[in-house]
């Protein structure tokens, strides 16, 4: 499975996307923790202290936001769904 990652945590990953091995049907949620368990440099880009994703951070399914996902991160994601994760980010 793809994931696409931008802004800082492509410097993590070396690259605009990241190759996961999961099996079928994956939540957001352990797309997320895989991610993080084949880079780990991303658990605080990511994750509190709790291992509960940040706030600021966005996981996005085929363009929609999880937190607003029918179930949200526990949705279940099939092989054509786009993944994209960003970071907190800040500007001004």
Known sequence: MQVNVYATLRDVVGGATAELDLAVAPTVREVVDALVAKYPPLRPKLMDD???????????????????????????????????????????
């Open 50 to 92: 709790g291992g509960e994703l940040l706030g600021a951070v966005h996981v996005f399914v085929n363009g929609r936001d999880g937190h607003y996902l029918p179930d949200g991160l526990t949705t279940r994601i099939t092989p054509t769904d786009r993944i994209d994760i960003f970071p907190a980010v800040g500007g001004g």
